[in-house]
C-alpha cells in the first residue's frame, strides 16, 4: 500500500520533453508581425477583462468610502471612511444573518451535499449496467439554472405543491408554509440546491476516479485492503487535485448564492445573503450604492479566500 | 510499475475465491438503491411535467395529486403563445451564439499564447482572467451598471448609445466573464500538446499565427467542442447580468424573463409549470445528445489534460 502511493501517477505533465535551451533562441524568430500578432492576441482581451471585470471591483472598494447614493455627482463631501462598514457590522440588522446564512449555506454544501455526490460517484466508477442511465438521472439538475430549479422546487413546497399535498395539506390556513416561514425556507431552498450540486460534485469526482492508474487499487488489494479501506487510504488521498477543486467549487457556488433565492423572494425574510443584499440595497429604489458596496468588499474578500487558494495550488503545480 | 502488472494476474484468483452468491446479492441492493435514488432525483422534473400536462380545472377539482382525469398540450400551447415565449428563445440565441464564437476564439488564442510563450506577464494574466471568472458577479455589478449607463456606444451595436439595455452589452458581459474559465482551461489543454510540434513550426518560418491557426486550433477540436457545450449551457442558464443589465422585459433571454413572466401571464402553477419545463428542455436536450462533450468540459476544467 505505501509503495503503491509513493509511485502514484498524479496528472500528466504532458508533452514535458526537457528541450530547454532552445527556449531564448525562440524568441528572436519572433518577426515584427509575429510580435503584433501577440499583442493583439493578449491585448485586446486584457484591457476589456480590465475594464469590465477588474476595473468595476476597485470601484466597488473605492465606493465602500463613500456614501454615494448614485444620483449626484460624486465629491469629496460623500468620502465618510469606514462609517459603512461601522454601520454593517453594529446597525443593519440584515448584515448578520446573511452571512449566517451563506454559512449554512457552505456547510450544507460541503457536509451534505458533496459526500452525497462523491458517494454517487464512487459507487457508478465500476463496470456496471446502466451506470450511464444512472449518472444521467443524478446529473440532468446540474444543467439546469439555479432559476429554473428555484421554479421547479417551488412547484414542490407550496402549499399547493407536492409535499404539502401528500401531507394532507390542502386548505392554505394549514399547509406548511415551506418558503414563506423564515425558519423553514433556508432549508427548503438548500435542497433544492443540493439536488443540483450533488450531480455536479458527481461527475467532477467520477472524472478524478477515471484518471486514478487502476495498478494502485490492485495494489491495495493484494495488500488486503478492502474496498473502504482502499477507498479512503488509496484513493482518496491520490485525488487531491479533484478534492482541491470540488471544494473550491463548493465554496464560491456558496458565496455566489443568488438565483434561487432571487427567485423564491428576492432574498428577503429568511433567504438572505450576502449577494441579495448588495442588489436589494444598490440596484433598487434604496440606491445606497456607498453602503451596498461595503457588502461588495465583504463578499470579495471572502471570496478571495477559495480564490487564492485554488490559484496558487494550480499555477504552483504550473511551473514545474 | 511493472511488478504491480505482473501481480495483478495473480490477483485474478483471489476475487473468484469469493462467494459468487454475495457478490450478486451486493449488486442487487446496489442497483435497487440507485434506482431509488434516480428516481428521486428524477421526480421533480417529472411532477412539473407532469403537472403541466393537466388542465387547471381537473387540479382545482381533485388536488394535484389525483389521477388525471385529462391530459392536454394546452399549457403548453398557451405558454408558448401567450407568453410569447418563442420571442425569449430567440433574444437567447441573439446573445448566445455571438458570445459563443468570440469566448471561442478569444480564449483559444489566450491560451495559446499563455501555453507556448513564458512571458514574464504571463502567469499574472492568466491570474488574473482566471479569478475574474471566479468573482461573484454580484462584487461588480454596482460600477457595472455605472459603466453601462455611461460608456458611448455606435449605434449598429446600440440603439440607445449605451450597453444598457442592449443585447451588445449582455453578450459582452457574458464573453468577458466566460473567457477566463475558457482561457483556464484551454491553457491547460494546450500544455498536453507537445512542444516539438510548434518549435519545429517556428524554425521552418511560420508566422505566429499560422502556428495558432493550423497546428494549435486543429489539435483543440475536441476541447473547443466540450467547451461549446457547456458554455452554450452556461449562458443560456444565465439569470443575473439579463435581470440587471437588460431594463426592457421583453429583450430578456429565456431563463431571466421567466421571472417577470411569472406573475404577468402565468395565472396558474400548471402554465408556470408547462413554461419552466418548456424553458429546462433545451439544456437537457443538449445535455442527453451531447453528454460526452458536456462530461469532458467539465472535467477538462478540473483536471489537467
Redesign the interface.
Known amino acids: 500500500m505505501t509503495t503503491?502511493s509513493s509511485?502514484l501517477p498524479g496528472?500528466?505533465p504532458?508533452?514535458a520533453?526537457a528541450?530547454v535551451p532552445?527556449?531564448k533562441s525562440?524568441?528572436s524568430?519572433?518577426?515584427r508581425?509575429?510580435k503584433l500578432?501577440?499583442a493583439l492576441?493578449?491585448g485586446?482581451?486584457?484591457i476589456?477583462?480590465?475594464?469590465?471585470?477588474?476595473?468595476?471591483?476597485l470601484?466597488?472598494i473605492l465606493?465602500s468610502f463613500t456614501n454615494w447614493r448614485?444620483i449626484a455627482p460624486i465629491t469629496a463631501n460623500n468620502i465618510v471612511g469606514f462609517k459603512n462598514y461601522e454601520v454593517l457590522f453594529t446597525q443593519y440588522t440584515l448584515f448578520w444573518p446573511a452571512v449566517f446564512h451563506n454559512v449554512i449555506w457552505l456547510i450544507f454544501l460541503v457536509f451534505i451535499a458533496t459526500p452525497i455526490g462523491i458517494f454517487?460517484a464512487v459507487?457508478?466508477d465500476r463496470e456496471?449496467?446502466?451506470t450511464r442511465?444512472?449518472q444521467?438521472?443524478?446529473?440532468?439538475?446540474v444543467?439546469?439554472?439555479?432559476?429554473?430549479v428555484g421554479?421547479?422546487?417551488e412547484?414542490?413546497y407550496?402549499s399547493?405543491?407536492?409535499i404539502n399535498?401528500?401531507l394532507g395539506h390542502?386548505s392554505s390556513d394549514t399547509a406548511i408554509d415551506f418558503l414563506g416561514n423564515p425558519s423553514l425556507n433556508l432549508w427548503a431552498v438548500l435542497i433544492a440546491a443540493s439536488?443540483r450540486h450533488?450531480?455536479?460534485v458527481m461527475?467532477?469526482y467520477?472524472?478524478?476516479l477515471k484518471?486514478v492508474d487502476p495498478?494502485l487499487r490492485?495494489?491495495a488489494?493484494?495488500d488486503g485492503a478492502n474496498a473502504r479501506q482502499t477507498f479512503i487510504r488509496v484513493v482518496f488521498p491520490v485525488m487531491k487535485?479533484?478534492n482541491v477543486?470540488?471544494i473550491?467549487v463548493t465554496v464560491?457556488e456558496s458565496?455566489?448564492a443568488?438565483?434561487i433565492v432571487?427567485?423564491i423572494n428576492k432574498g428577503k425574510n429568511g433567504l438572505e445573503l450576502?449577494?441579495t443584499l448588495?442588489?436589494n440595497n444598490?440596484?433598487t429604489e434604496a440606491s445606497l450604492?456607498g453602503f451596498?458596496?461595503a457588502i461588495?468588499?465583504i463578499?470579495?474578500l471572502l471570496?478571495l479566500v477559495?480564490?487564492v487558494f485554488?490559484?496558487t495550488r494550480t499555477?504552483r503545480s504550473?511551473?514545474r | 510499475?511493472s511488478t504491480?502488472?505482473n501481480?495483478?494476474s495473480?490477483?485474478q484468483p483471489?476475487?473468484a475465491v469469493q462467494p459468487r452468491r454475495r457478490i450478486r446479492w451486493q449488486?442487487v441492493a446496489?442497483?435497487a438503491?440507485?434506482?431509488t435514488?434516480?428516481?428521486v432525483?428524477?421526480f421533480?422534473?417529472a411532477?412539473?411535467a407532469y403537472?403541466a400536462f393537466r388542465p387547471i380545472g381537473d387540479?382545482i377539482l381533485h388536488?394535484?395529486?389525483s389521477l388525471p382525469q385529462t391530459l392536454t398540450l394546452d399549457n403548453f400551447v398557451s405558454a408558448w403563445n401567450e407568453a410569447e415565449l418563442p420571442r425569449y428563445f430567440l433574444n437567447t440565441l441573439i446573445v448566445v451564439i455571438p458570445a459563443l464564437f468570440a469566448i471561442l476564439f478569444?480564449s483559444s488564442?489566450?491560451g495559446?499564447?499563455f501555453s507556448r510563450?513564458?512571458f514574464k506577464l504571463n502567469?499574472l494574466?492568466?491570474?488574473?482572467?482566471?479569478?475574474?471568472n471566479?468573482?461573484?458577479?454580484?462584487?461588480?455589478?454596482?460600477?457595472?451598471?455605472?459603466?453601462y449607463n455611461w460608456l458611448p456606444i455606435p449605434p449598429p451595436l446600440s440603439d440607445n448609445g449605451l450597453l444598457y439595455n442592449q443585447y451588445f452589452g449582455l453578450i459582452?458581459?457574458n464573453f468577458?466573464?466566460q473567457?477566463?474559465f475558457c482561457t483556464f482551461v484551454l491553457s491547460n489543454y494546450m500544455?498536453?500538446?507537445?512542444?516539438?510540434l510548434t518549435?519545429a513550426a517556428?524554425?521552418d518560418?511560420a508566422?505566429?499565427?499560422m502556428i495558432?491557426r493550423k497546428v494549435i486550433l486543429p489539435l483543440c477540436r475536441p476541447a473547443l467542442a466540450a467547451l461549446a457545450t457547456l458554455e452554450f449551457?452556461f449562458m443560456?442558464?444565465?439569470?443575473?447580468w439579463a435581470?440587471?443589465l437588460i431594463k426592457d422585459g421583453n429583450r430578456r433571454p429565456i431563463?431571466?424573463a421567466?421571472?417577470n413572466l411569472?406573475g404577468a401571464f402565468f395565472t396558474d402553477?400548471n402554465q408556470?409549470?408547462a413554461a419552466?419545463l418548456l424553458?429546462?428542455i433545451p439544456?437537457?436536450v443538449?445535455?442527453?445528445v451531447l453528454?460526452k462533450q458536456?462530461?469532458r468540459g467539465?472535467?477538462l476544467?478540473?483536471?489537467?489534460?
Open positions: 503503491g509511485a496528472p500528466q504532458g508533452g520533453d528541450s532552445r527556449r525562440r524568441y524568430l519572433l518577426t508581425r509575429d500578432t501577440l492576441m493578449v485586446i482581451p486584457t476589456l477583462c480590465l475594464s469590465f471585470i477588474w476595473l468595476p471591483t470601484a466597488s465606493l448614485g454517487f459507487l457508478l456496471m449496467r446502466g442511465i444512472y444521467s438521472a443524478f446529473y440532468i439538475p444543467v439546469l439554472s439555479l432559476a429554473i421554479f421547479i422546487w412547484q414542490m407550496t399547493q405543491g407536492f399535498s401528500v390542502t439536488w450533488v450531480g455536479y461527475v467532477l467520477l472524472a478524478g484518471s495498478t490492485e495494489a488489494a493484494i487535485p479533484i477543486v470540488v473550491v464560491i458565496l455566489r443568488f438565483d432571487y427567485i450576502l449577494s448588495i442588489t444598490t440596484l450604492v451596498g458596496s461588495a468588499v463578499l470579495l471570496s477559495p480564490i485554488f490559484l499555477m504550473d511551473t | 510499475m504491480s502488472t501481480v495483478s495473480v490477483a483471489t476475487v449488486r446496489l442497483h438503491f440507485l434506482i435514488m434516480a428516481l432525483w428524477l421533480p422534473i411532477w412539473i403537472t387540479t388536488g394535484y395529486v478569444v488564442m489566450l495559446f499564447v510563450f513564458s502567469i494574466l492568466l491570474i488574473m482572467f482566471t479569478a475574474g471566479l468573482l461573484p458577479p454580484q462584487i461588480i455589478i454596482v460600477p457595472l451598471y455605472r459603466i459582452l458581459i468577458i466573464f473567457t477566463g500544455k498536453t500538446i507537445n512542444r516539438e518549435e517556428f524554425v518560418g508566422s505566429v499565427w495558432y449551457t443560456y442558464n444565465d439569470f443575473f435581470l440587471f431563463t431571466s421567466l421571472n411569472q402553477q408556470l409549470a419552466a424553458v429546462a439544456t437537457i443538449v445535455y442527453l453528454s458536456f462530461v467539465l472535467s476544467g478540473s483536471t489537467k489534460g
